[in-house]
Each structure stands twice: as structure tokens, then as C-alpha cells.
């Protein structure tokens, strides 16, 4: 059974700064890698995904996959307040390849201070 | 384009009651998930449909949980003899279900309450 897991559980980022969160699965089939931003009392929504080993960038949010060490992350640049929110890593699943289900982590809860 | 519609926005619930809860998806996807998000388990996968049909309900509580998607246009979630361990935010999502298109596109969730 996939096993998803993310590090830190918490974060306090000040503006401007850096903010690098971290995610593992325990599935080497795996194909399809995303991350997810919940803003308090709202849905989850989609940031960014990777299929490929390597990196991807989009706007101030980067995502490096290592398949290899079943490993990938989020780097977020010049973070800001409103980036304050629960990120969620997420990996596919099962048999249903790409378009199959999403093991999701536990979270990591990022405030970034002023 | 509304997105995810999900109803009610809140359930309260006495111990042993009935819960339904209703989704409707986005139009034109093929794929229906549902989850269920608490503090202590996170956000834990359910059961989903691709094109009404089940696909996988490995989430499920098998005794009292049960998921139909009679057409294209919604889902519901029967929650039969509820629980305080049911207590949780339960989310659809939707997804256009094809090739590399895996993105989920969530609903604002049904906060459900079982006193």
C-alpha cells in the first residue's frame, strides 16, 4: 500500500524568504507527482505536477523529482503572506496509472510572517 | 464554470442517524473521487468512479459506507448508522480522467458532525 509522507509537519518562512518542503512515497511504480494548496476553511487546489524525473518550474514554485530515491519537493521563492496555507503532496496509485487515485500526505503547514 | 458543487455544506448528525451527502461534478469529467480530511488521518481516499462505472472503493468503510454515481451529473455518499468517528470534512473532486490530465478539481466539502 502506497505510503505518502511530507516533512516538516510546520514552517515559519519569513516574507521573502525560501520555503522548501519535502515529500516521500514508498511506491517505485509511481508515475504522476503534484502538490496541492489548501488555504484555511477552503478546498485543496492543484499547484503544480511532475511526471519525469528532474526538475520543473512555473512562476516562483519549482519541483524537483527523484524517482530513484522516492523522493520529490516543493520550493516555493520570495515567499509571500499569502502563501500561507496547508501544502499537500500527492502521488498516483494503484492500477489506474495516470488516471487512477491520488495518495495524498499529511500536510505541511506554512506561515509566512511579515 | 461553477465547479464541484457539493451539498450540504454542513450535516449535523445524531449518533445512529443517516447521512447523504450530494456532489456534482464538473461538466465534461470523467472521473468522481471522494475523500474524507480530519486533523489526526489527513486527507484519506474513499472510493471514485470513472464514467459512472466503480473503480476502486478500497477506502471505504465497508459496513456503512456506500457511493453511487447514478449519472453523469452527481454522486452521493451514504453514510448508514453514523458514527462520532464519522465526524470529518468529506470532499468530491473531479477529474477529466484522461491520459496525463490527473489534475483533481475539489468541492468546498460537506463539514459532517455526529454527535
Known amino acids: 500500500q502506497q505510503k505518502v509522507q511530507q516533512s516538516p509537519e510546520s514552517l515559519i518562512v519569513p516574507e521573502g524568504a525560501m520555503t522548501s518542503l519535502n515529500c516521500t512515497f514508498s511506491?517505485?511504480?509511481?508515475?504522476?507527482f503534484a502538490w496541492y494548496r489548501q488555504h484555511s476553511g477552503k478546498a485543496p487546489k492543484a499547484l503544480m505536477s511532475?511526471?519525469?524525473?528532474g526538475e520543473k518550474e512555473e512562476g516562483r514554485f519549482t519541483i524537483h523529482l527523484n524517482k530513484a530515491s522516492l523522493h520529490f519537493s516543493l520550493h516555493i521563492r520570495d515567499s509571500q503572506p499569502s502563501d500561507s496555507a496547508l501544502y499537500l503532496c500527492?502521488?498516483?496509485?494503484?492500477?489506474?496509472?495516470?488516471?487512477?487515485?491520488?495518495?495524498f500526505g499529511e500536510g505541511t503547514q506554512v506561515t509566512v510572517i511579515s | 464554470n461553477a465547479g464541484v458543487i457539493q451539498t450540504p455544506r454542513h450535516k449535523v448528525t445524531g449518533k445512529g442517524q443517516e447521512a447523504t451527502l450530494w456532489c456534482e461534478p464538473i461538466?465534461?469529467?470523467?472521473?468522481v473521487f471522494w475523500y474524507r480530511q480530519t486533523i489526526v488521518q489527513g486527507l484519506e481516499f474513499l472510493t471514485y468512479?470513472?464514467?459512472?462505472?466503480?473503480?476502486?472503493d478500497s477506502g471505504m468503510p465497508k459496513e456503512r459506507f456506500s457511493a453511487q454515481m447514478p449519472n453523469q451529473s452527481h454522486s452521493t455518499l451514504k453514510i448508514q448508522s453514523t458514527q462520532p468517528q464519522d465526524s470529518a470534512v468529506y470532499l468530491c473532486?473531479?477529474?477529466?480522467?484522461?491520459?496525463?490530465?490527473?489534475?483533481?478539481?475539489f468541492g468546498a466539502g460537506t463539514r459532517l458532525s455526529v454527535l
Open positions: 511532475i511526471f519525469s524525473n
Open positions: 511506491d517505485s511504480a509511481s508515475q504522476y
Open positions: 473532486a473531479s477529474s477529466p480522467g484522461q491520459g496525463s490530465q490527473n489534475t483533481l478539481y
Open positions: 468512479f470513472r464514467n459512472q462505472a466503480p473503480i476502486d
Open positions: 461538466s465534461g469529467h470523467s472521473a
Open positions: 500527492a502521488v498516483s496509485t494503484g492500477t489506474g496509472g495516470l488516471s487512477g487515485k491520488l495518495t
